[in-house]
């Protein structure tokens, strides 16, 4: 399994931004896909993701609203469309997969595949 993500940068609040995630080496039929976070001296939290299988999708309380996650089946790539960012948005944004199951939550250590991770900087 290889995760690469691209979309990252500077953005100043009230911005946009997409990230994009090309997979390869799984099925979204059979996988977990979704975004984590890591500020600087924060724990990497769940940002969203979403199970095709378990019919699952997860937003954390504080992007719900302004960022909204989708798949390309035919490009095998998962994208993170962050709107209204604010300056707290700012981390590295990585993408993460994991054989889905019942009961998968957004605690990272349940994730097995990660990304190399992007910058996103949002200026106030």
């Known amino acids: 399994v290889q995760l690469v993500e691209s979309g990252g940068g500077l953005v100043q609040a009230g911005g946009s931004l997409r990230l994009s995630c090309a997979a390869s080496?799984?099925?979204?039929?059979?996988?977990?896909i979704g975004w984590f976070r890591q500020a600087p001296g924060k724990e990497r939290e769940g940002v969203s993701y979403?199970?095709?299988?378990?019919?699952?999708?997860y937003y954390a309380d504080s992007v719900k609203g302004r960022f909204t996650i989708s798949t390309d089946n035919a490009k095998n790539t998962v994208y993170l469309q962050m709107s209204s960012l604010k300056p707290e948005d700012t981390a590295v944004y990585y993408c993460?997969?994991?054989?889905?199951?019942?009961?998968?939550?957004?605690?990272?250590?349940?994730?097995?595949?990660w990304g190399q991770g992007t910058q996103v900087t949002v200026s106030s």
């Open positions: 979403m199970s095709t299988s378990e019919g699952s999708l």
């Open positions: 993460a997969a994991a054989l889905t199951y019942y009961g998968l939550g957004a605690d990272p250590r349940e994730w097995g595949y």
């Open positions: 080496g799984l099925a979204f039929d059979d996988y977990a």
